[in-house]
T-cell receptor, first 109, second 114 residues
Framework: KNEVEQSPQNLTAQEGEFITINCSYS?????LHWLQQHPGGGIVSLFM???GKKKHGRLIATINIQEKHSSLHITASHPRDSAVYIC???????????FGAGTILRVKS | DAGITQSPRHKVTETGTPVTLRCHQT?????MYWYRQDPGHGLRLIHY???????DKGEVSDGYSVSRSKTEDFLLTLESATSSQTSVYFC?????????????FGPGTRLTVL
């Protein structure tokens, strides 16, 4: 079993829909990261969080440490949100990230 | 954008040949990482460095070696490339490895081993 599991693996949405991507992990962590990878490959860090919730524009990331679960929400989705969204965790005391396999999101206009 | 470049960006080589990929940063970050990305696996750590001449193995280090003689450069070498090393390779940097700092990623190198 992977340390980091994401769901769904693939997601197709209509423009304007509210989107949720989930990440579950099995180890104690010091931080969880959400990353975005657009077609063409570049990887960008969206959020780093260790508790609670963070918001940036239409993106919201939440984490529940007790349940070892995080969600990434996209409000009012747009075709430019189409990308792979990757969850990664840093274990307590660790200096490396462990990555989920990613969620492929396609937003249709 | 963090100043990270990778070279080459694309490479096609033959089985058995040596290959070196270069990661260069202008951020003076202490930590540098090499990952490979394959369909269905996500990003997997090959090697990382926590300072000049200080490196350690990741989860998929077999067949790879690294060197870091300067803060700004981290080299990944495939001594004798195999088809299983066909992948997209990403370099990343972070200021600190143990406090949950963000990692910033380079643009990637697409390597094909025939």
């Amino acid at each position: 079993k992977n340390e980091v599991e994401q769901s769904p693996q693939n997601l197709t949405a209509q423009e304007g829909e509210f989107i949720t991507i989930n990440c579950s992990y099995s180890v104690g962590i010091s931080a969880l990261h959400w990353l975005q990878q657009h077609p063409g490959g570049g990887i960008v860090s969206l959020f780093m969080l260790s508790s609670g919730k963070k918001k940036h524009g239409r993106l919201i990331a939440t984490i529940n440490i007790q349940e070892k679960h995080s969600s990434l929400h996209i409000t009012a989705s747009h075709p430019r949100d189409s990308a792979v969204y990757i969850c990664a965790v840093r274990s307590v005391g660790g200096n490396k990230l462990v990555f989920g396999a990613g969620t492929i999101l396609r937003v249709k206009s | 954008d963090a100043g990270i470049t990778q070279s080459p960006r694309h490479k096609v080589t033959e089985t058995g040949t040596p290959v070196t990929l270069r990661c260069h940063q202008t951020e003076n970050h202490r930590y540098m990482y090499w990952y490979r990305q394959d369909p269905g696996h996500g990003l997997r750590l090959i090697h990382y460095s926590y300072g000049v001449k200080d490196t350690d193995k990741g989860e998929v280090s077999d067949g790879y070696s690294v060197s870091r003689s300067k803060t700004e450069d981290f080299l990944l070498t495939l001594e004798s490339a195999t088809s299983s090393q066909t992948s997209v390779y990403f370099c990343a940097i972070s200021e600190s490895g143990i406090t949950g700092n963000e990692q910033f990623f380079g643009p990637g190198t697409r390597l094909t081993v025939l």
